[in-house]
């Protein structure tokens, strides 16, 4: 028999309930462990949620306006790249994608994106005519308009962002329309481009939520 507390709302076992046994005891330790980690990310998530109010009205050019420092303070001012003129190729003619990468920058190492740190920024055209090879699997075949396709770095580890069921394989660069501002998945191993993040600005945003969301789990 079972006797609720009004006060409290605790729940207290009569004599002949407590010898329920220790399978009894497992079931109930079992439970309140499952609850527990319930609650866990509960308060994760609620914490990531809130972290979420950070981020600022829509950006001129860009979709979003992030606050300043919200990267260094995520990843650290030593784990941000930041971007001079002399870095950009000619074929980066979007100035919001330019202002952005010179004053906010990108994660050097972004939980799912690895910029590009060991030749300045080059066009797709640039990076294989440097190698001075064809392109892997496809007989030289690049995407349309690789001239102004300029690669930022590469993808990998948790999957493609908003597909996180979806591997990512090695090869898989990403890549800024220089024109346009648009951020496009490209492999080797295919034929075309897969759209990716609007611009810039929803990127580091994607990054910095996945960050917040990898440190939120280790709470």
């Known amino acids: 028999m079972r006797t609720i507390d009004a006060g409290t709302g605790a729940c207290a076992l009569a004599d ?7 399978g009894r005891r497992l079931g109930v330790a079992a439970g309140a462990t ?16 809130h972290s979420l109010t950070r981020i600022a009205d829509p950006g001129t050019g860009l979709r979003l306006q992030l606050p300043t420092r919200l990267l260094d303070e995520e990843f650290g001012v ?10 950009f190729p ?11 990468l010179r004053e906010t920058g990108l994660p050097e190492d972004g939980v799912t994106f690895q910029l590009e740190m060991d030749v300045p920024l080059q066009t797709l055209a640039e990076r294989y005519a440097a190698e001075e090879v064809p392109a892997p699997h496809l007989g030289g075949q690049l995407p349309d308009a690789a001239e102004r ?15 996180p069921d979806r591997l990512v394989v090695e090869d898989t660069d990403l890549l800024v329309d220089g024109t346009t501002g ?22 580091a945003f994607t990054l910095w939520l996945l960050r917040r969301a990898e440190t939120q789990q280790g709470l």
């Open 16 to 22: 002949d309930e407590r010898g329920g046994g220790a």
């Open 34 to 49: 499952a609850v527990r980690g319930e609650v866990a990310a509960y308060w994760r998530m609620t914490a990531l949620v």
């Open 78 to 87: 030593g784990g941000i790249m930041r971007f001079e003129d002399v870095d």
């Open 90 to 100: 000619a074929t980066l003619t979007h100035e919001p994608t330019r202002r952005f």
């Open 149 to 163: 396709l300029i690669r930022l770095g590469r993808l990998g580890r948790l999957g493609c962002f908003g597909s």
């Open 182 to 203: 648009e951020l496009h998945e490209w492999s080797a191993s295919d034929t075309g481009l897969r759209p990716l993040n609007a611009d810039i600005s929803t990127l």
